[in-house]
């Protein structure tokens, strides 16, 4: 007859073993069958039972785990999930309890409980999945592409090719702008089925943000990570049919090739991410590969952005103007405001270290307004000292941040209000890129403002490789001819063609010109035969402070440097 102990076994649901030291089957319970499919003869007087069982996954996992029971303290008891594979070749998940005990005559052994784990495991494996996943997408998600950078991360050795590349979509704004944000989320769904068309394992893709994916590559050589993301962003080029809509948009990528030993997850798609930034800086649909110099410009430009907010606090920026004279009689007709920045680390820095930095963020707004408001307080004090210049105007220059702002046109008028300057003393300067950025906006935009009474100056024109005819429903007072086409006027016959050609329609279209950069007595020359009216450069003078500019208008008869 059993005894009490063999009786509770027999009749558990658990699958019971009892082993000697050496690994032999000395028992084994009646649910084995249900478990694995073999019956307990099966197992009885053989060694090693679980070993043969465990899957090829498993088996290094499990002999360590038998190896620390068999040689630990006596009494000690352990468990490990693994998977074993059953009589008809399926795997099942099981969890095993195991501990060493002492039988009465003093002998030992190993007795392991294992219980069939399977479903718990493939509910976990689900829920883990689904933790991982992009619903929009069905892309793996940010946590998914942590995980795995993290891994890839501690197996890259040198000498070996991994690559990071993240990318993300150009003006995805403007069509959740034109459309509504569930275009875009279209718009994100499609640009995953193009790029998720594109990888085969072991590359990988993941959505880590709103418009951007992060691509994984590892054993790609750089020559074929920078293929594979061409070929991606061709298949981006190719429009999208949103529901009876054509939508065409570019995709732009950062690359980062072989990261550095002992870089976290977060600092290679920080590098991924700066290069992008690069990418996107002048145009769109273009990649860049990473440098370590992109991160100590990134730095800089970070420093800078915190920086700007205290310089405005602390009065750290201040103007200079830049003389517009006419060009027949060199009498002064308009000033420029220059924005400067006197830091406190770096001393005066160009504007082209700091504006784009401002430009790309919200703090254009308050440093434009500041501006304007500062050049608008400047020329009604320059007007009380010069009531004979009558026709002078102060021009001030626009980004476009500011002019996307709904109230802009409140702005300028209660600047105007509050400085007490006229409103056609004022010509607001905005870029030709910038004014084809988003045409019907801008249209709008300076409709309102011109309603004021303010004028408006197309700046830097030429260089946009827009027409003039282009710009004929934006209330235009003045063109400026860019600089890169003045400055080789004197040496180029091409350039003074384009000149010319710019000046005469203008005239057709009843605009002012003024010419930009005029450095040399010859552009000089060269531009009054050509009847352009106006025009600033070194030549006349450099962008100088408010006492300056007052002895230049103190001059009976501003003479031109020789």
């Known amino acids: 007859m059993p005894s009490f102990h063999q009786l509770i076994a027999d009749t558990s649901h658990h699958w019971e073993i009892l082993e000697d030291m050496a690994g032999r089957t000395e028992y084994c319970s009646p649910s084995c069958l249900a478990l694995t499919g073999f019956g307990p003869e099966h197992f009885l007087g053989r060694t090693d039972v679980l070993t043969g069982l465990a899957h090829s996954a498993s088996r290094g996992e499990l002999d360590e785990f038998l190896t620390g029971l068999r040689n630990g303290p006596t009494n000690m008891s352990k468990s490990l999930e693994l998977r074993i594979v059953t009589e008809d070749g399926l795997s099942r998940w099981v969890v095993c309890h195991a501990r060493r005990v002492t039988s009465s005559d003093g002998r030992m052994f190993l007795r392991a409980s294992l219980r069939d784990i399977s479903r718990r495991k493939a509910l976990d494996m689900e829920l883990k999945s689904s933790r991982l996943r992009d619903p929009v997408t069905g892309l793996y998600n940010r946590a998914w592409c942590m995980e795995t950078l993290q891994r890839q991360l501690k197996i890259h050795a040198p000498g070996t090719y991994f690559s990071v590349t993240v990318m993300d979509i150009d003006r995805l704004k403007k069509v959740n702008d034109t459309l509504g944000p569930a275009y875009g989320d279209e718009i994100i769904r499609m640009a995953a089925e193009r790029i998720a068309a594109t990888m085969a394992p072991p590359d990988s893709?993941?959505?880590?943000?709103?418009?951007?994916?992060?691509?994984?590559?590892?054993?790609?050589?750089?020559?074929?990570?920078?293929?594979?993301?061409?070929?991606?962003?061709?298949?981006?080029?190719?429009?999208?049919?949103?529901?009876?809509?054509?939508?065409?948009?570019?995709?732009?990528?950062?690359?980062?090739?072989?990261?550095?030993?002992?870089?976290?997850?977060?600092?290679?798609?920080?590098?991924?991410?700066?290069?992008?930034?690069?990418?996107?800086?002048?145009?769109?649909?273009?990649?860049?590969?990473?440098?370590?110099?992109?991160?100590?410009?990134?730095?800089?430009?970070?420093?800078?952005?915190?920086?700007?907010?205290?310089?405005?606090?602390?009065?750290?920026?201040?103007?200079?103007?830049?003389?517009i004279v006419c060009l027949e009689t060199k009498r002064l007709k308009s000033v420029e405001a220059l924005l400067r920045w006197n830091h406190p680390r770096h001393g005066v820095m160009r504007p082209d270290e700091f504006l784009p930095v401002a430009e790309a963020t919200d703090f254009i707004v308050p440093l434009g307004e500041w501006v304007l408001r500062r050049a608008c307080a400047d020329m009604v004090a320059l007007m009380a000292d010069h009531p004979e210049l009558t026709d002078l105007s102060m021009s001030v220059n626009i980004s476009a941040r500011q002019l996307a702002q709904h109230n802009i046109a409140e702005t300028v008028a209660e600047v105007l209000r509050e400085t007490g300057m006229e409103p056609t003393r004022l010509k607001l300067e905005l870029t030709e890129t910038m004014a084809m950025e988003n045409p019907a906006l801008t249209a709008q935009r300076l409709h309102t403002i011109k309603a004021l009474g303010v004028k408006i100056s197309i700046d830097d024109f030429g260089t946009g490789y827009s027409s003039l005819s282009s710009l004929q429903n934006f209330p235009i007072d003045t063109i400026k001819v860019d600089k890169s086409f003045v400055g080789k006027m004197d040496t180029s016959a091409e350039q003074r063609k384009i000149v010319r050609s710019v000046i005469s329609l203008a005239h057709s279209l009843d605009l002012d010109v003024v010419a930009e950069g005029i450095e040399m007595r010859e552009q000089w020359s060269m531009l009054k035969v050509l009847d352009c009216q106006s025009g600033q450069g070194f030549l006349f003078s450099h962008p100088v402070d408010m006492a300056k500019l007052r002895t230049f208008i103190c001059k009976a008869s501003p003479q031109v440097k020789q």
């Open 205 to 323: 893709a993941s959505r880590i943000s709103g418009d951007g994916f992060a691509l994984l590559f590892p054993g790609k050589s750089p020559r074929e990570v920078i293929k594979h993301i061409k070929r991606i962003q061709a298949l981006m080029a190719a429009p999208f049919d949103l529901r009876g809509h054509e939508v065409t948009i570019t995709a732009s990528a950062g690359i980062v090739v072989s990261p550095m030993p002992g870089d976290k997850p977060e600092d290679v798609l920080r590098n991924a991410n700066i290069a992008l930034r690069r990418a996107k800086a002048n145009t769109h649909h273009r990649y860049k590969v990473f440098h370590s110099r992109m991160f100590i410009e990134s730095s800089r430009q970070m420093e800078i952005e915190i920086d700007l907010d205290a310089g405005l606090r602390n009065a750290e920026f201040f103007l200079e103007y830049q003389p």
